[in-house]
């Protein structure tokens, strides 16, 4: 899906549907792996985020009170998750996986 397509999605989930957003992460499997989607490009330009060590990959605020709520919830569903970090991001759900080895 097209990045700012994407970044609309999110606020329109974040905003008028929060509880399907909540109860999604509540059952987000997995575990980030530092991959660094903070880095990604809008605009052509990267996002800047003064929170993020661009040396170790990592969040320096990664799960404490600090943290963006809206980056907590990302990925909030497997559309939410930047085309290029589909197949690297570590958080998953049963859902989508039971779906895709229904599929093969
Ligand atoms: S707060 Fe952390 S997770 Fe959110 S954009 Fe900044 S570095 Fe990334
Ligand atoms: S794509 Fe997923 S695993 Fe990778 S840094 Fe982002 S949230 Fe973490």
Redesign the pocket.
């Known amino acids: 899906m097209n990045k700012y397509l994407q970044i609309i999605r999110r606020w329109f989930f974040v905003i008028f549907r929060r509880k399907y957003v909540e109860n999604s992460v509540k059952k987000r499997k997995g575990q980030c792996r530092n991959c660094s989607c903070?880095e990604v490009k809008l605009l052509g330009r990267k996002?800047n985020?003064?929170?993020?060590n661009s040396k170790t990959k990592q969040?320096?605020?990664?799960n404490t009170d600090?943290?963006?709520r809206t980056?907590f919830y990302?990925p909030f569903d497997e559309r939410d998750k930047w085309d290029e970090f589909k197949d690297k991001c570590g958080f998953f759900w049963d859902e989508a996986r039971d779906s895709e080895e229904a599929a093969k």
């Open positions: 903070c996002w985020c003064s929170y993020y969040c320096r605020v990664y600090k943290m963006r980056c990302y």
